[in-house]
């Protein structure tokens, strides 16, 4: 789904979204990343959700996020709350959805101001 037209923005957008991949600022990534609204896309070494460990949620934690938006992939799952002390114990909340809800949820936030964290699962398939 295309989500804006213009391929030149300030910030960090997410401008399409599929079952395989994400679009910011038009261009195409299938792997997992980190995304913020001032800071360009970095790879995320995340390849399941399965995978994640708390060392995911504190280099997460270290950007310093008002929050958190996890995309789980092509479903919502919720991740366990050891995995997130990081980012609790710092008052940073972390949301989980599904990726396109994630994509979405992050485009809100982010043209509100909010410093969030989009942390996407890419390229798990089930």
Request: charged share 25%; aromatic share 8%; with cysteine.
């Amino acid at each position: 789904m295309k989500l804006h037209s213009s391929t030149t923005q300030q910030y960090q957008t997410v401008t399409a979204y599929d079952d395989t991949g994400v679009e910011i600022n038009a261009q195409r990534f299938d792997y997992s990343l980190l995304v913020m609204p001032e800071t360009p896309p970095r790879a995320w070494d995340v390849p399941t959700f399965d995978a994640l460990t708390t060392a995911h949620f504190e280099t997460i934690e270290q950007d310093k996020p008002d929050v958190v938006i996890l995309g789980t992939g092509e479903r919502q799952r919720f991740v366990h709350p050891k995995l997130i002390a990081a980012l609790l114990e710092r008052r940073i909340g972390c949301e989980c959805m599904d990726n396109k809800a994630a994509c979405r949820t992050y485009n809100i936030l982010m043209g509100e101001g909010r410093r969030v964290t989009l942390a996407l699962i890419l390229g798990e398939t089930r």
